[in-house]
């Protein structure tokens, strides 16, 4: 570090953090929840649609790897081990994708420093928070 830069590494842990040249804004697009669900819904039947069923078994020798327990691919993986029809494992997925989504808005919830904000105010909402120093 001293050869490098002529300072010894404790001189760059005391550096004073400078302030960011922007304003943090955290926003949250508060979807109504039916609508939530439902554009949930339709991404699981697209997924499946586009190939998610030949990916899982491309991926079922590796199963027991912890980045792929995971919704969506952990149903299926029962799904190949005859433990649901496959339409069955697809409203497993739909569901689980449902009840992950309700943790994350109530975790955001939990946080007091997001705005939530609907779909339709996002732009809006953005345009008029933005303050560069």
Do not use: C
């Not at 760059?12 to 304003?23: A, G, I, L």
């Not at 499946?48 to 691919?73: D, I, W």
């Amino acid at each position: 570090m001293i050869l490098s830069t002529g300072q010894p590494y404790s001189g760059f842990r005391m550096e004073k953090v400078k302030d960011p040249y922007f304003t943090e804004i955290k926003i949250v697009i508060d979807w109504p929840r039916d609508l939530l669900y439902e554009r949930i819904n339709l991404r699981v039947d697209h997924m499946m649609n586009e190939g998610l069923l030949q990916e899982v078994e491309s991926l079922h020798p590796f199963k027991e790897h912890n980045a792929l327990k995971t919704v969506g691919y952990t149903e299926l993986f029962e799904y190949l081990q005859g433990k649901f029809t496959l339409p069955e494992a697809a409203e497993k997925i739909k569901q689980h994708s449902r009840n992950y989504a309700k943790r994350q808005v109530t975790w955001f919830r939990n946080q007091g420093n997001y705005s939530f904000v609907s779909p339709s105010e996002t732009i809006e909402f953005l345009k008029s928070g933005v303050n560069l120093k």
